[in-house]
Each structure stands twice: as C-alpha cells, then as structure tokens.
C-alpha cells in the first residue's frame, strides 16, 4: 500500500532535514532503560534527541559531492542557516545536560567531537574516506553517548556499537554509486553488497547473545535490503530500527499480559 503525497513529502522533509533520525534515537533510551531495568527518564531521550539533531543535520548540509549525488534532496539545506541553528541547539543540549547530571556531558561532547572528526580535512585527506573509518567513528561515539546516557554494564556499550556497525553499513549500501564515483572507500564499495550482507550477518549473530529481540529485526532489514531498494525505505526501516525493536517488546509485553489473564 502506497502512502498518499502528503504523507511522502512531510517524511522526506524529515528524513532530509534530520528531524526523523533525531526523534528515533530517542526509542534507544526507551529500550536501554528496558534491557537495564532502570526507570526510564524522559531527559535523557530529550538530550539524545538534541545531540543526534545536530550532528546529522550539519552533515546533511555540507553539501559533499557524494551526499549531492546520492541524496540530491539534501541540495536545499544549503540556503538555510542550518550550521548555525545546529550549533544552537548542540549547546542546548550541553546545558540540559549539565543541568540534569554534570557526570554525563562527556556522553554528549564525544558525538559532536566526532562528527567534527568524521568531515575534517587532516593534509587534505577526511577520516570518512579511510576504510571502515566512517563505521567506527559512528559507531563509537553513538555507543559512548546512548549507553552512557543510560549506564549500565559493558555489554549495553557494545550493543549500540553494533547496532551502529550493522546500521551505517546498511546506509552505504544505498550510496554506493556515488561514494564509489568519489572515491569514497566505504564497507559496501570495496567488499560489493554480497560479501558485506555476509559481514552484517556476522555482526547480527553475536547481538543475538545480547538481545534476541533486536537481532530480530536486525534480520529482518538485512534480508529486506539484500536487494537494492529505494531511498526512502532506509530511512523509514533502518533509522527507524530501535522504533521497531519498542513496538515489538510492548507487543510481546501485552501478549505475555494477555496469556497470563487466561491462566488464571
């Protein structure tokens, strides 16, 4: 079933602007909080929120020969004061956070330290241009910020950074022609999409000692984008990944509730 116009324009204007990432990565306070059992706090997911914004916002509108030509949607963000208003709202979320628990400012600091990292120019070369570099910058500073925002155990660190692995890998996939006309050295450019499906498969495997719930649905994107498929489907389905993993545990949550109700 195909959605109506409005509906498509108001969520690539979302997907564009940044505004649609920025509000699913609030769901990764709601399922870390779950996995933890610690009582989930609203002001974590609101920093989480206001952090992510920024970051990829920025990125979208740098405007990179690459972006440009794997998301040319993106090429109106250019006219926008976007940089600035993403400065904003990043020393907004500083200021909540310092409000809220001083001890977690590191957690918000090392993503925006990261995306200045991720687009430098060190002797006229960028980190995202070195193999598996983009990967692992993404993924080790979302990994630090979303579970130390929580705490917890180790294992909640290596989660999210997994994740990440398996969902900014994904996210190459659907940019491979342009970052390879760049010269950009992605996971997907240099191993072709079916050894790196084979890779993500892998990575899928090991969350399943953390969380069968999320290697679930792990599964299922990677399977789903075996294929290629269009740009909109990996923004809705994999940025949109611990939106899917919640509605499965509150599904799973009123089931055992149910059931149980028969029981007795």
Known sequence: MKLPPLAVRLFRFSSVSALWI???SVFWIVLLSRLTGYPYDPVASVILGL????????????????????????????????????????????????????????????VGLAGAAYTARIRGIRPKDILGMK?????????????????GAWWLYVLVFLVM???????????????????????PVMLGR????????????????????????GAGLIIYFRK??????????????????VMLLLLESALVTFFQGISY
């Not at 990967?135 to 705490?151: M, Q």
């Not at 900014?168 to 996971?187: F, N, S």
């Open 22 to 24: 920025s509000l699913m």
């Open 51 to 110: 952090v992510t914004w920024p970051v990829y916002a920025a990125d979208h509108a740098g405007g990179s020969k690459e972006d440009l030509m794997n998301n040319p949607g993106r090429a109106w963000l250019a006219k926008y004061p976007v940089k600035k208003l993403a400065a904003l709202v990043y020393i907004a979320a500083l200021i909540i956070t310092a409000w809220w628990d001083a001890t977690k400012l590191p957690c918000v600091l090392v």
């Open 135 to 151: 990967t692992l910058i993404v993924a080790s500073s979302t990994a630090i910020c979303r579970a130390g925002l929580v705490g």
């Open 165 to 187: 692995v398996i969902d900014t890998i994904l996210c190459d996939m659907r940019d491979i022609k342009g970052d390879a006309a760049e010269g950009v050295r992605t996971i």
């Open 194 to 217: 079916g050894r790196t499906l084979a890779l993500l498969a892998a990575v899928d495997v090991i969350i399943f000692t953390l969380s069968p719930i999320v290697v679930m649905v």
């Open 228 to 245: 290629e498929r269009c740009s909109l489907s990996y923004d809705l389905l994999v940025d949109g990944w611990m939106l899917w993993v």
